[in-house]
């Protein structure tokens, strides 16, 4: 009985540490105008910088897993958390000078350190949680997107009244004081021996192999949507920069029930089956968006279903991943699995910034569309499970 105390505290603090993992990274997008313009560079530029820093993200969760295993995962956490935190000063020094590089090389570095959280908070989870695991997967989720759903608006008009760099300054500061915060308060599982195993080990699953592949469709979509939706808004559909980021924030609010909804169900009907009705109410949303007459109605849609949908698969797909991956092999396995959505994923956003210049942003929506529709018929050919997930 005193063990689910503790497994409450622990997903608490990961919750936590989840959304401001992700808050560093949605600072960007609401503020896109603005840092465009006090840097004198174009949306390719910052669409390369992103993409860089994405794959960057994506990369080091190879190095997360591992790292979990080798030195506990709660130490594992608090060091991603500090040193993600300590360089947004730098942004100052970016802003006072103009300095696109530094601007470019501080979001580098704070991605590098805060890639290695997700393969070792979902293998903590997966270990925490011995029942039910697409629920905590999900609980996990909504506690992340709790806080995100605030960053966007939050940084928007810190950015807008104290200047761009005064916002990663605060999401920093919040996120060096929570890693002193979980370092105390969070506590340990109980470490079991495995032999060692490597990324290669992991690669040998192939299980796994689908939903890999299906991850990086998701990516692909993913990162381009999460970088120029506001822009989106603004350019295309003449909305007000302060609105825009209000509709990417209720965006993000209609993740919180449907990261709760996605973990709910995957524990009641299957990953698998929430994976397809996920994908599909995706490509629904990015339709909707692009192609209704009328255009309110279609931003509307889009904000609700694609909220819904996006983060109602996460917890579904987490947990298939950890149903499919052995015990041993886990940590390598979820560092595979972010290194597919967020680094090879990221590409998007250097090739939508592209379009987005040379074409519009119509165009480059109309290429993540695509990638939606190829996640959708991915989604098909996922592998259901033998043993139920509702007892793993």
């Not at 250097?350 to 991915?378: E, K, P, Q, R």
């Amino acid at each position: 009985m005193e063990e689910q105390p503790k497994s409450n505290r622990n997903l608490a603090l990961l919750g936590a540490a989840h959304s401001l993992n992700h808050s560093l990274f949605v600072i960007t997008p609401p503020l896109l105008s603005l840092i465009t313009t006090s840097l004198g560079v174009t949306n390719f530029e910052i669409g390369l910088v992103s993409t860089l820093a994405s794959m960057v993200y994506g990369a080091g969760a190879l190095f997360g897993g591992p790292l979990g295993d080798r030195i506990g995962e709660v130490k594992a956490i608090a060091i991603c958390l500090a040193l993600s935190g300590l360089p947004a000063p730098l942004m100052l020094v970016a802003g006072f000078t103009n300095g696109f590089y530094v601007y470019a090389a501080t979001l580098t570095l704070m991605a590098a350190w805060a890639s290695l959280y997700h393969p070792i908070a979902n293998s903590f989870i997966s270990k925490v949680f011995k029942v039910k695991v697409p629920e905590a997967m999900g609980i996990h989720g909504v506690g992340g997107t709790l806080g995100v759903v605030l960053t966007p608006t939050a940084a928007w008009f810190i950015g807008a009244y104290f200047g761009w760099p005064w916002a990663f300054i605060f999401f920093g500061t919040l996120t060096v004081l929570l890693a002193i915060v979980f370092a105390k308060k969070a506590t340990h599982v109980e470490k079991l021996n495995h032999d060692e195993t490597t990324i290669f080990d992991a690669f040998r699953i192939r299980a796994l192999w689908s939903v890999l592949v299906l991850n990086i469709a998701i990516g692909l979509f993913m990162k381009g949507v999460e970088l120029f939706f506001p822009t989106y808004l603004k350019t295309n559909r003449g909305i007000d920069p302060m609105w825009a980021s209000v509709a990417y924030t209720l965006l993000l609010t209609f993740g919180v029930p449907g990261q709760w909804i996605g973990g709910k169900m995957a524990s009641t009907i299957s990953s698998r089956k929430v994976l397809i009705a996920t994908m599909a109410g995706i490509c629904v949303a990015l339709l909707a968006l692009l192609f209704l007459p009328m255009y309110f109605v279609g931003i509307a849609i889009f904000i609700a279903l694609y909220g819904l949908s996006f983060y109602a698969h996460q917890p579904a797909l987490n947990a298939l991943t950890g149903v499919l991956a052995p015990y041993g092999q886990r940590g390598a396995v979820f560092g595979i699995y972010f290194f597919t959505s967020f680094g090879i994923g990221s590409i998007s956003q250097l090739i939508a910034g592209y379009l987005a210049d040379a074409y519009g942003l119509d165009v480059a929506f109309y290429l993540l569309t695509i990638f939606a529709v190829t996640a959708l018929l991915l989604s098909f050919r996922l592998p259901e499970p033998k043993n139920s997930e509702k007892n793993h």
